[in-house]
């Protein structure tokens, strides 16, 4: 499946639709990476892609996980931030202005204020 930003995940929060998108494409010891998934609410950049940085959001990817790992595929969250287009005349989410760091090798994150 080519990488996309769908738009569908009403109030950012991953939907049941979107279980049965990717339980239909899954195959056994298929890959499936998911569509941008946004890490902060700064970093999203556009209206109703899904979150993975609630405690809702990450139940909701739950089915959706499960919708592929039910038909033998592997599930692969694309982490996404937009960058220098979540800036504050740009995003429509920006609630505070903060810097946000996440170190895949080490599995840490940190946030500071700023």
């Not at 056994?28 to 569509?35: D, M, Y």
């Not at 919708?67 to 995003?91: M, N, P, T």
């Amino acid at each position: 499946m080519c990488l996309v930003a769908h738009c569908r995940a009403p109030n950012n929060i991953p939907s049941p639709q979107m279980a049965v998108y990717y339980g239909q494409r899954a195959t056994p010891g298929g890959l499936i990476i998911s569509e941008a998934t946004a890490i902060t609410p700064e970093g999203q950049g556009y209206p109703q892609v899904p979150g993975i940085h609630t405690a809702e959001q990450v139940e909701a990817w739950k089915p959706v996980t499960q919708a592929v790992k039910d038909k033998g595929g592997i599930f692969l969250c694309q982490l996404w931030h937009v960058g220098r287009a979540s800036h504050e005349g740009a995003c429509f989410m920006l609630v505070q202005k903060r810097q946000f760091s996440v170190c895949l090798l080490c599995g840490t994150a940190s946030q500071h204020d700023g």
